[in-house]
């Protein structure tokens, strides 16, 4: 993928954002399913707020992407307050530079099972092989995250969701707040 030009794309539909590229696309474990995290960070909370209103400026600038990127709209004050984990590259003239902005690990740790849960379900009702591959693949990485064993065992992976749901912190409404915000 083209990062340089797609970076260029972006910021002709927001200025300014600043724009960083992860998820496994920039790694060697990309599969030819795997996606594109882009991460549009907004300094000020306003441009922020002005920048999701315009639905019809995103809607525009979504179908003009490919179907793998997935836009995350971001004021900078949630990762100071560090409500997401954010880790790839952007661009400064012409040149690459490593972000990293690591999130809070309990609120990692939900998400994770959250996702793990979303995917171990959309496993169960995939139709297709394609479909079953990507959900098995997506599982298996924030099982992962979740607790930094790798598995392909499904009947493991859910047995341990049952077992971690019960052992995580519950689910707060603050927590669903920032999730809702996603």
């Known amino acids: 993928m083209d990062f340089f030009n ?21 790694t060697d474990k990309a599969e030819t399913f795997s996606d594109l995290d882009v991460y549009l960070i907004f300094r000020h909370t306003q441009d922020f707020l002005v920048a999701v209103k315009n639905k019809d400026k995103v809607f525009e600038l979504k179908k003009s992407l490919d179907d793998k990127v997935h836009l995350h709209f971001l004021p900078q004050v949630f ?36 996702l793990s849960w979303k995917n171990l379900i959309l496993l169960k009702l995939a139709k297709s092989e ?26 493991f992976i859910a047995d341990s969701l049952i077992e ?8 707060l409404w603050r927590d669903w707040f920032f999730y809702c915000l996603r």
Do not use: C
């Open 130 to 155: 394609e479909d079953r591959i990507k959900y098995s693949h997506d599982l298996q990485k924030n099982f992962y995250w979740l607790t930094n064993q790798e598995t392909d065992d499904m009947n």
């Open 164 to 171: 971690l749901s019960g052992q995580l912190k519950t689910f």
């Open 6 to 26: 797609l970076n260029n794309q972006l910021k002709n539909f927001f200025p300014q954002a600043q724009i960083v590229f992860g998820g496994s696309q920039l």
């Open 79 to 114: 990762l100071s307050w560090r409500l997401y984990d954010v880790r790839g590259i952007f661009y400064i003239n012409h040149r690459t530079e490593d972000f990293v902005s690591p999130g809070q690990a309990d609120l990692i740790k939900l998400n994770s099972l959250k």
